[in-house]
């Protein structure tokens, strides 16, 4: 008879985790909280799940402990993982290296790993609630729930984070690892809009426009990302906004002042840009405040940049002062916008912070502090940035602590 393992959480790592301990011969219950496994699974990558990516570096995670996630993705990495997927019939593509399933369908990946827990007579406890979760004797576990009480030999707990709570993962995982003695480094909402102060984020609210974005703090920058920015009646978003969310949200919570410094010209440095617009103004005289900047930027957002330069729309640029062609570039450059806040976990992708790594064998995911515990996914002080590495994470997470908890 193989051992006895639960699962708290059917989320990706959680399904990863139950196949890879059922395949070692295991018995195995997920228990889940909400009326069906994978809810999260289904949102992902605007629902055709961005599954992994072929590029993986150390600077894809955060984490307190910097090396953590490379190790852990040493032993079960992008290979692995597609292998895993080929072998439940998910076939994959790849466009620019980001990975998806071949369908472009999440609920496909979700449909194929849940045959898959079938196929191994996983069972699927849905609907359950966890009243009391605890060490059980000297190695063993016990979980009393709504449902009825189930024990185990192993413990799994892929519960999740804060982020995106509709989805399930509601942050009572944290409140579990807790209860074995695990630290919980604060979690705070990653990969997020920014809401910005100014009053002319009504009137950009849709524009889209390729930008850098930096995060600066007392004049220190913290983080930078280029993409397309897009703004909203509040402030930012956009994949190079939530690259750098998590920044924001550490100084803020900290109680330091935070900006995004927005550069529209990243492809130049400030002398190129600066003779650029010289250059437009010398074959362009003509041009009022108006066009200047048409077709260089989105009307709306050309509009906002001549307004802020103090030109008024009629106004020809070629006749303005030195002192106002510069301030243009000024905004153009360095578009400045105070941060008062991140948006919440309810639209945050993921979380920062999470049960601190230094508690965690990074070989097989097993808790230092509780034998047979097994933590992971997002629940870990791990966040990844945009491309599939959140999910990268779960699914390594999952099948080393499958595989280890499941022998
Ligand atoms: C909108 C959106 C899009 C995303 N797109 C991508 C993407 O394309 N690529 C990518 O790599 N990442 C993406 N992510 C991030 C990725 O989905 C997560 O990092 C990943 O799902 C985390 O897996 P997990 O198993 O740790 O947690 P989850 O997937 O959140 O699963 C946790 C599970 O535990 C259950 N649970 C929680 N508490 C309890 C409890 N007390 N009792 C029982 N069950 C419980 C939850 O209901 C849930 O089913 C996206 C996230 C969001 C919100």
Redesign the pocket.
């Known amino acids: 008879m193989g051992k006895k393992v639960i699962v708290?959480?059917?989320?990706?790592?959680?399904?990863a985790a139950a196949i890879l301990a059922a395949r070692q011969g295991a018995q195995v219950t997920i228990?889940?909280?909400?009326d069906r496994?994978?809810?999260?699974?289904l949102?992902?990558?605007?629902g055709?799940?961005?599954?992994?990516n072929w590029e993986m570096r150390e600077d894809c995670y955060h984490c307190g402990q910097k090396d953590f996630p490379m190790k852990v993705l040493g032993q079960f990495g992008v290979e692995d993982t597609l292998a895993f997927f080929e072998e439940i019939g998910i076939t994959v593509k790849s466009k620019k290296g980001y990975i998806y399933p071949r369908s472009e369908q999440a609920s496909a990946v979700l449909d194929m790993l849940r045959l898959e827990v079938k196929r191994l007579g996983v069972q699927e406890q849905t609907g359950?609630?966890?009243k009391e979760l605890r060490q059980k004797g000297n190695r063993g576990f016990l979980a009393r729930t709504n449902q009825g009480v189930w024990t185990g030999n192993t413990l799994i707990l892929?519960?999740?984070?804060r982020?995106?709570p509709a989805?399930?993962?509601?942050?009572?995982?944290y409140k579990?690892a807790r209860g074995f003695g695990h630290t919980i480094i604060r979690p705070l909402p990653a990969?997020v809009q920014l809401r910005c102060e100014g009053r002319f984020f009504k009137h950009l609210a849709g524009v889209r426009c390729e930008a850098r974005v930096a995060i600066v703090s007392q004049g220190e920058v913290l983080a930078g990302d280029v993409g397309e920015v897009q703004f909203t009646d509040y402030g930012i978003s956009g994949i190079p906004t939530f690259q750098v969310s998590r920044f924001a949200a550490a100084a803020l919570a900290e109680g330091k002042p935070v900006e995004a410094v927005l550069d529209f010209l990243p492809g130049m440095e400030w002398e190129e840009a600066e003779a650029f617009l010289e250059g437009r103004i010398k074959k362009l005289p003509h041009l009022t405040g108006k066009d200047f900047l048409t077709g260089v930027f989105p009307k709306k957002l050309a509009e906002v940049l001549i307004r802020l330069a103090g030109i008024e729309p009629g106004e020809r640029i070629s006749q303005k002062p030195p002192g106002a062609r510069e301030e243009l570039l000024g905004h153009i450059k360095a578009f400045e916008a105070v941060v008062t806040a991140t948006n919440s976990f309810e639209q945050?992708?993921?979380c920062s912070g999470g049960v601190d790594t230094r508690e965690v064998f990074a070989e097989t995911m097993e808790s230092k502090l509780a034998p047979g515990l097994y933590l992971?996914?997002?629940?870990l002080d791990v966040d990844?940035i945009?491309?599939?590495?959140?999910?990268?994470?779960?699914w390594s997470t999952?099948c080393i602590a499958g595989k280890h908890g499941g022998a």
């Open positions: 708290v959480g059917g989320g990706a790592s959680g399904l228990l889940e909280h909400m496994v994978g809810k999260k699974l949102s992902t990558g605007n055709r799940c961005n599954l992994t359950c609630e966890i892929a519960a999740g984070s982020a995106a989805t399930g993962s509601d942050g009572s995982g579990m990969l945050a992708q993921v992971v996914g997002e629940i990844g945009c491309g599939g590495y959140n999910l990268q994470w779960a999952g």
